[in-house]
């Protein structure tokens, strides 16, 4: 009668090195394995393409005048000069307001205000 040995020994050793072998093989051929799909992207919109805003800019220097265009105002006058003149414009249009640094802050409020009771609801202080 055979005796069997109570600890058998597993040897791993060649099976560790065929994976060894085969991981080496995956990290030179992956890079260059490369994926193409077929894409259909859909066509763009037939519509026409959006027009240009149209902005308006307002400017105020340190002597409280107004520019707007080519007309000049006082800030006494403005408010209601440019609620008359404000059909002319597009009230969905930006509003650029330019004022002097040395002007009060009330001042520049105001016309602020004016310019929103106007009807025009983009409008933006500009800085330098």
Known sequence: MQAFDDDPELNITPLVDVM??????????????TFQEE?????????????DLKTLTIRMDKNQKIYLNNDTYT???????????????DKQSDVFIRADENLEYKNVMYLLK?????????????TL
Do not use: E, H, R
């Open 114 to 126: 004016s310019v929103k009771a106007a009807g025009f609801k983009k409008v933006s202080l500009i």
């Open 39 to 51: 894409l259909k992207l859909p066509d763009g919109s037939k519509s026409s393409k959006a027009s």
């Open 75 to 89: 800030l006494d006058t403005f408010a209601d000069d440019f609620v008359n003149q404000s059909s002319k414009f």
């Open 20 to 33: 060894l072998v085969l991981m080496a093989i995956l990290m030179v051929t992956a890079p260059t394995v």
